[in-house]
């Protein structure tokens, strides 16, 4: 096979491991284009491989991005010690469900095909929790938890032996655990996220404080970016009345508000006037209120996302 044909066919398989290469890389870093960089660093890597002792190409290739993975979060750390607010990048899709339920509003068949959300996701409150382990915590929670690679897979990828990994697995879900504003509460259905949005949504643009009060948890937590608050590099605000008294400086924005599903939750897209997208709404949610509120509204990162299908294809909220 000529090197060109044995390159072709490397890329093919190459293609093949991208899917949960990017994911793997998007859940340790929380950034699409860092999640894109590492992946191609793989790629290249890849290329200048000997191939003969590459056993097993799926595991040499997210030990690979695994390791540049723990490579940046070690950087990052180092540089986000004295930032407050550290949020994800969001992954942002359609909200199915409710698309269907404008169709039938509409006398439309509810026999459209759409795409189905991804499954391989992970949630906004997990990613702000995952911030606070260490590096190697957080690419072994990561394998181990969500990715279900043994310990004596990833021993390797950190340097430790398979006993300290299983003690690095276990500290990190303790923390991880004592961390979740949800655990021991029931969770959500679709529809019911959907209706506590709707509400928190709806009130806002009525600017009635009660009905916000409402649906947001009392020890409610909202996370910005700078986006939402330029004179800052983010900011966090607690308690239902602090957030409601933010809410409602938004309520313009909130009457152009779409549905979508933001990291796999209820959530939503709002408008500038000009048609220019203001901002993502992200929501976590338990015993049908808003315990957490994640606005996104950087201007380079939402030009990393393809909001454009969200501005007339769905209906508002």
Known sequence: ?????????????????????????????????????????????LLRVDLAQVDDLSAWLTAVVARVCLDALRKQRARRRSLPVQLPDPLVERDPGREADADARAGQPRTAKRAPPRTDTISLALFVVLETLTPAERLTFVLQELCALPSEQIAPIVGRTPTAVR??????????????????????????????????????RRRDFDALLAVLDSNVVLRADRGAVPSTRGCELRGAGQVAKQALQFARLAETARPALVNGTAGAVSWLPGGQ?????GFTLADRQIVELYVFADPSRLAQLDLAKFAAATPKL
């Open 167 to 204: 003690l690095l697995a276990s500290r990190a879900r303790r923390r991880v655990l004592g961390a979740s504003c949800t655990v021991g509460r029931p969770a959500l259905s679709h529809e019911q996220q959907r209706r506590a949005v709707d509400t928190f949504l709806a009130a806002t």
């Open 277 to 281: 997208p203001f901002s993502v709404l």
């Open 1 to 45: 096979m000529s090197p060109m044909a044995e390159t072709k066919s490397l890329a093919a398989c190459f293609e093949e491991q991208r899917l949960h290469l990017e994911s793997l890389a998007y859940r340790l870093l929380g950034s699409l284009s860092q999640a894109d960089d590492a992946v191609q660093e793989a790629w290249q890597r």
